[in-house]
Nanobody, 114 residues
Framework: VQLQASGGGLVQPGGSLRLSCVAS????????ANWYRQVTGKQRELVAVITENRNTNYSDSVKGRFTISRDNAKNTAYLQMNSLKPEDTAIYYC?????????WGQGTQVTVSS
């Protein structure tokens, strides 16, 4: 199983980025797809969830600014991030989860700075 996250980078406050997470070696459609983020020295934070039925949920800190989506035909989960703030700076990780099973991708760095 491999999860490949991409799309991070340096962006100015107010800007946008779209993260992608491509899965291989797994039946992607039966898993919840999640995005977490982590700042050095802090706990990993759950940012957004999309279930296998496409129900979504967001942390209060990103609600209204971030949108999670999935394309099961491409085995890919996305995180569209708009109106980015400096406090969104973190390493973002994708995760696939179902009861009793879960997988992590490598992180992608997002830096919001002028």
């Amino acid at each position: 199983v491999q999860l490949q996250a991409s799309g991070g980078g340096l962006v100015q406050p107010g800007g946008s980025l779209r993260l992608s997470c491509v899965a291989s070696g797994i039946t992607f459609s039966i898993y919840h797809a999640n995005w977490y983020r982590q700042v050095t020295g802090k706990q990993r934070e759950l940012v957004a969830v999309i279930t296998e039925n496409r129900n979504t949920n967001y942390s209060d800190s990103v609600k209204g600014r971030f949108t999670i989506s999935r394309d099961n035909a491409k085995n890919t989960a996305y995180l569209q991030m708009n109106s980015l703030k400096p406090e969104d700076t973190a390493i973002y990780y994708c995760n696939l989860w179902r009861v009793g099973d879960g997988f992590w991708g490598q992180g992608t760095q997002v830096t919001v700075s002028s």
